[in-house]
């Protein structure tokens, strides 16, 4: 993982330029008129993604809009080749490793507000039974109006004061995404999505970067809101180019496998459940689903929660549209964080293509066809590499916390057994093996 950039790309980077010129937005919708907001953590300055919707015609107007990298990051140039190459941002916990120089990340691409900036939209009309009626994905102008954080919009719609009264222009609109959400979850649900409600472990490290808490999280509504209005633009893309039949990178999640599905099976057993499985062996996600929806509340949701994740497939970067096993979507892609993950940037220019014709002109379509799939496997080993360095400088900084408590006494839930010893997940987030050899007492 570099830190620095080489110095042609550091140099590509003071270059670009710090607004989008006016010249630029020919060709272009302007979406300046539109309210649009922006929904992040505090600490979030790399800005991929806004939000616009109101109600209408029984349903809803929904605009996604995505930071245009395309416009400024050229294909197979230096700075292009740099991102190719990371093919992702990586956040460690104490810092950022960006794919692209900070000048692009979190200057002329991030959607700051205030600023006129260049965007990718998906803009769908929505049926109150979820169903996209109509789209449109084009590109344009837009001006954040508000830069929102989670903690606001969940003060905000939780009906906390002095936070409604301070944000009265913009309540409205939070209320109808609010709505909007439980429409697509409701969809997503009743076709049979999984939803792994485990909470995620933060860090908190002071100015030394020595850790001083940890904080055990789940998804707030905030952020339900935007994982949702991203989720049904991921969608709508990965249809409107599977349908045109053109070369593409989608994002691919594959049924588990029969000797995970056993595994899960025999833990199941031995709490008196069972997942149906089909007649051929295959289950479909809505089965995992019922199973959790089953021991929610249960002291044995978080151990059979944990188990049914890691009896998943990885999901990963392909040129075949094989469908997203966990979302239950016959079509998906990633289209709303090309600022930091490579494939995202590859869906944006391949769109682009589509722009003047409806379709990618017949010489490119047979380079891309060539090019795309070591790129989307490039991208899978990029994305691994990401997630296991998080992983481990997270737990590096978890055992960091927990030396000044050598000693004590804890009570913790066996997350897994091994022959050399079994592993327990402390109340508090913490996993940790106690070895085999160490259980004096117990055989």
Do not use: W
């Amino acid at each position: 993982l570099n830190e620095k950039f080489p110095p042609d790309v550091a140099e590509a980077a003071a270059h670009c330029p710090k607004d989008p010129l006016p010249e630029e937005y020919a060709g272009r919708r302007d979406r300046r008129d539109f309210p649009i907001v922006t929904i992040d953590g505090e600490d979030t300055k790399d800005i991929d993604d806004g939000v616009y919707a109101y109600e209408k015609d029984g349903g809803f107007f929904l605009g996604v809009y995505i930071a245009d990298v395309s416009h400024y990051v050229r294909a197979g140039e230096p700075l292009d080749r740099e991102a190719a190459q990371r093919g992702t941002s990586v956040y460690l916990v104490d810092r950022v490793i960006p794919m692209l120089p900070k000048e692009l990340s979190n200057g002329i691409c991030s959607l700051n507000e205030g600023v006129d900036r260049l965007s990718m939209a998906c803009e769908m009309e929505i049926g109150m039974d979820g169903e996209v009626r109509h789209y449109e994905i084009v590109p344009c102008v837009i001006h954040v109006a508000r830069r929102l954080t989670y903690t606001l919009v969940n003060r905000v719609l939780a009906g906390d004061e002095p936070f409604v009264s301070d944000n009265g222009d913009i309540r409205p609109m939070l209320e109808t995404l609010r709505r909007l959400r439980e429409v697509l979850r409701a969809k997503r649900h009743r076709r049979g999505s999984i939803d792994f409600e485990l909470p995620e472990v933060k860090v908190k490290l002071d100015a030394d970067g020595h850790p001083v808490a940890l904080e055990k999280r789940t998804g707030s509504v905030g952020e339900s809101i935007i994982e949702e209005c991203m989720l049904a633009a991921n969608e709508t893309v990965a249809r409107h180019m599977e349908l045109k039949e053109e070369p593409f990178v989608y994002r691919v999640h594959e049924t588990p496998t029969a000797e995970k599905i056993e595994r899960l099976q025999s833990l199941l057993a031995a709490l008196g459940l069972r997942l149906h499985v089909d007649e051929d062996g295959k289950v479909r996600p809505s089965d995992i689903q019922q199973v959790l929806d089953r021991v929610k509340g249960q002291p044995e949701e978080r151990i059979i929660g944990a188990v049914a994740l890691r009896s998943m497939q990885q999901a990963r970067y392909s040129t075949a549209s094989l469908g997203h096993f966990g979302l239950a979507a016959r079509y998906y892609t990633h289209f709303t964080s090309p600022i930091r993950r490579y494939p995202d940037l590859l869906v944006h220019r391949l769109l682009r293509e589509t722009f003047a014709t409806g379709y990618i002109a017949a010489e490119k379509r047979e380079r891309l066809r060539a090019l795309l799939p070591e790129a989307a496997e490039h991208s899978s080993a990029r994305e691994r590499i990401a997630i296991e360095a998080e992983r481990e400088t997270t737990d590096m900084k978890k055992i960091e916390y927990m030396a000044q408590f050598v000693g004590e006494t804890y009570e913790g839930v066996i997350s897994g057994v091994t022959a050399f010893g079994i592993f327990v997940e402390l109340e508090n987030g913490v996993e940790g093996l106690v070895h085999v050899s160490t259980m004096i007492n117990d055989y």
